[in-house]
């Protein structure tokens, strides 16, 4: 027998592996996207409809276009991401539906109609606790116990407290809504832990987030350190991640404001969330 033939075999093996590995993920991808036309194909039910009505100004200030959009958007993700009430809490459609459309403000003008890690949603019929070592930045451990509102984890879980949802969703412009906090969260933690460097398309325009950003965190920080008032809440210092998400709710709910004090952060804003509320 030629020597030849069992490497051939080998080359055909691996080849043939390939195929189907790629046929796998290209049939997975394909079902995804088809699933997806059939649920953005329905209509946006009519008790979903009153939930936007009732508990979401926002929705209302919206362009039609945008409207349609973030509709989509909510009915995909609603199709898509488990709900699991904690701690006892019964989650009802009008939890879901608040949850899911205004997490969507964040995709409008997107192709992708998910967050691609997100797994599941967790409520909570109260703020929570969570007891967590947390190390300073010098170097010492702290077993710290905290209240949270919410809280976005990287493997794709999103923790929410309804009546803070709830609260959120009621005052559009206040600049304090957890729904957009934690999604923030999720589209930064697409590209690893979240360090306030969500995926922004174009080497030019990742280095001038970055420097953007930067410049705008140390200013913060030297503003805190004066004891200055400012637009944007304390929290924002706490790292560039949570700076990231607490100007993701200014930029959403207090854009004018954001704007005018903030012009280079708000059009970095603008461009990774490819919308301008300012024409809303
Ligand atoms: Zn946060």
């Given at each position: 027998?030629?020597?030849?033939?069992?490497?051939?075999?080998?080359?055909?093996?691996?080849?043939?592996?390939?195929?189907?590995?790629?046929?796998?993920?290209?049939?997975?991808?394909?079902?995804?996207?088809?699933?997806?036309?059939?649920?953005?194909?329905?209509?946006?039910?009519?008790?979903?409809?009153?939930?936007?009505?009732?508990?979401?100004?926002?929705?209302?200030?919206?362009?039609?276009?945008?409207?349609?959009?973030?509709?989509?958007?909510?009915?995909?993700l609603l199709a898509?991401?488990?709900?699991?009430?904690?701690?006892?809490?019964?989650?009802?459609?009008?939890?879901?539906?608040?949850?899911?459309?205004?997490?969507?403000?964040?995709?409008?003008?997107?192709?992708?109609?998910?967050?691609?890690?997100?797994?599941?949603?967790?409520?909570?019929?109260?703020?929570?606790?969570?007891?967590?070592?947390?190390?300073?930045?010098?170097?010492?451990?702290?077993?710290?116990?905290?209240?949270?509102?919410?809280?976005?984890?990287?493997?794709?879980?999103?923790?929410?407290?309804?009546?803070?949802?709830?609260?959120?969703?009621?005052?559009?412009?206040?600049?304090?809504?957890?729904?957009?906090?934690?999604?923030?969260?999720?589209?930064?933690?697409?590209?690893?832990?979240?360090?306030?460097?969500?995926?922004?398309?174009?080497?030019?325009?990742?280095?001038?987030?970055?420097?953007?950003?930067?410049?705008?965190?140390?200013?913060?920080?030297?503003?805190?350190?004066?004891?200055?008032?400012?637009?944007?809440?304390?929290?924002?210092?706490?790292?560039?991640?949570?700076?990231?998400?607490?100007?993701?709710?200014?930029?959403?709910?207090?854009?004018?404001?954001?704007?005018?004090?903030?012009?280079?952060?708000?059009?970095?804003?603008?461009?990774?969330?490819?919308?301008?509320?300012l024409s809303w």
């Amino acid at each position: 027998m030629s020597e030849g033939l069992p490497y051939l075999w080998l080359v055909l093996f691996v080849a043939a592996l390939v195929c189907v590995s790629a046929g796998w993920l290209w049939g997975a991808a394909w079902l995804q996207q088809w699933r997806r036309l059939r649920v953005r194909s329905q209509p946006f039910p009519r008790a979903w409809r009153e939930v936007l009505r009732q508990r979401m100004p926002a929705f209302r200030t919206l362009p039609a276009d945008l409207q349609l959009q973030l509709k989509k958007h909510a009915q995909v993700l609603l199709a898509e991401v488990p709900f699991i009430g904690c701690n006892g809490l019964v989650v009802t459609t009008e939890m879901r539906v608040l949850v899911a459309a205004q997490a969507a403000l964040l995709l409008l003008n997107r192709r992708a109609a998910s967050f691609r890690n997100l797994r599941q949603v967790l409520l909570y019929p109260e703020p929570f606790i969570v007891d967590r070592a947390q190390t300073d930045g010098h170097g010492i451990t702290d077993d710290t116990r905290r209240v949270l509102s919410g809280e976005s984890w990287q493997q794709g879980q999103v923790i929410l407290s309804w009546p803070d949802v709830l609260a959120g969703a009621a005052v559009p412009d206040d600049g304090h809504n957890v729904v957009i906090h934690e999604f923030a969260h999720q589209l930064d933690q697409e590209t690893g832990p979240a360090n306030g460097a969500p995926y922004v398309f174009g080497r030019a325009a990742r280095q001038r987030w970055a420097a953007t950003m930067s410049a705008e965190f140390d200013a913060l920080g030297q503003r805190l350190a004066r004891g200055g008032d400012g637009l944007i809440d304390a929290y924002g210092a706490t790292n560039p991640a949570e700076f990231f998400a607490v100007t993701s709710e200014l930029f959403f709910e207090r854009p004018q404001a954001l704007a005018s004090a903030h012009p280079l952060l708000f059009r970095e804003l603008s461009s990774c969330y490819r919308t301008n509320p300012l024409s809303w």
